[in-house]
């Protein structure tokens, strides 16, 4: 079985910052990408940002030039550094985790954010 963690969520202002983070941990064979995802309420659960374990990204549109994610393949983790907060980013932020050769997916929990303006 493996856990996934989000962790660093939060309130901040509007032009403001914060870093999440994501962990995954147990019976961990390979990870593949690994991302962030975000739902708001009445709303689709959409991409923020992916990474290969070779570290090609992909970004959310509306995201791009203000969130970078990044890796550490030893620890399992990931993190997404968002810069330039709007209120628009208020969301329930998810960690997938896609492992192995069939391509398995895990989702942690969700870290609350809200950007207040």
């Known amino acids: 079985q493996v856990r996934v963690v989000e962790s660093g969520g939060g309130l901040a202002q509007a032009g403001g910052s914060l870093r999440l983070s994501c962990a995954a941990s147990?019976?961990?064979?390979?990870?593949?990408?690994m991302g962030w995802y975000r739902q708001a309420p009445g709303q689709e659960r959409e991409l923020v940002a992916a990474i290969t374990s070779g570290g090609d990204t992909e970004y959310g549109e509306s995201v791009k030039g203000r969130f970078t994610i990044s890796r550490d393949n030893a620890q399992n983790t990931i993190y997404l550094q968002m810069n330039n907060l709007i209120p628009e980013d208020t969301a329930l932020y998810y960690c997938?985790?896609?492992?192995?050769?069939?391509?398995?997916?895990?989702w942690g929990p969700g870290t609350q954010v809200i950007v207040s303006s």
């Open positions: 147990g019976s961990i064979f390979s990870i593949n990408t």
């Open positions: 997938r985790v896609e492992t192995g050769k069939y391509y398995t997916l895990y």
